[in-house]
């Protein structure tokens, strides 16, 4: 079945310091992608999605590409604020007749950004 | 345009306990969802439908109902609520390829 691996956190960082959180997933054909952010005490925010091979989503600041050769997702903000701190989620969301519609998160990355 | 909404934001109940979860949604979305997020993990499935009409167990249904009567409304069903059912829910709907909207949560104690 679909599956979502990314990084374990907590990712501690300076302000103004650079970000990756990997991803790597299964998935038959061509899922789409998505990375999701939890600020705390809050719901999950659609942060940015890619929904075909070389797609890069970009919000606020962050970047993905959609890479299906190495069946990766990975974010990356250039300069961080200590606003970004929150839990990142990556997400899939398959094309087969069972994962159709259904989400396969990721565990969930902490990020941390200090002063 | 209100999006996806939730109620009740907390609710602290007894052990045995039965309550209903409200979601709802004004974005004419088919499909419809509720996940649980214990402290400090991820969202597990627990029902979602594709339709009014229509419900699927996802991957942690035990303990809970649910109904998709309308479009709009997907509530939740506790019957006899226990401490493993301590936990926040996250409603959410789309229209499949699209992403899923979340509501902003209800935070559930069992005591």
């Known amino acids: 079945g679909d599956s979502v691996t990314q990084m374990e956190g907590p990712v501690t960082l300076s302000e103004e310091a650079f970000l990756t959180i990997n991803c790597t997933y299964t998935a038959t054909g061509y899922p789409s992608l998505f990375w999701y952010v939890q600020y705390p005490g809050e719901g999950l925010q659609l942060l940015l999605k890619?929904?075909?091979?070389?797609d890069k989503g970009s919000n606020k600041g962050f970047e993905a590409t959609y890479r299906k050769e190495t069946t990766s997702f990975h974010l990356e903000k250039g300069s961080v604020q200590v606003s970004d701190s929150a839990v990142y989620f990556c997400a899939l969301s398959g094309v087969t007749t069972d994962s159709w519609g259904k989400l396969q998160f990721g565990a969930g990355t902490q990020v941390v950004v200090t002063p | 345009n209100a999006g996806v909404t939730q109620t009740p934001k907390f609710r602290i109940l007894k052990i045995g306990q039965s309550m209903t979860l409200q979601c709802a949604q004004d974005m004419n979305h088919n499909y419809m969802y509720w996940y649980r997020q214990d402290p400090g993990m991820g969202l597990k499935l627990i029902y979602y439908?594709?339709?009014?009409?229509?419900?699927d167990k996802g991957e942690v249904p035990n303990g809970y109902n649910v109904s998709r009567s309308t479009t709009e409304d997907f509530p939740l069903r506790l019957e006899l609520a226990a401490p493993s059912q301590t936990s926040v829910y996250f409603c959410a709907s789309t229209n499949p390829p699209r992403a899923q909207f979340f509501g902003p949560g209800t935070r559930l104690t069992v005591l």
């Open positions: 890619a929904t075909k091979a070389d």
């Open positions: 439908s594709v339709g009014a009409g229509i419900t």
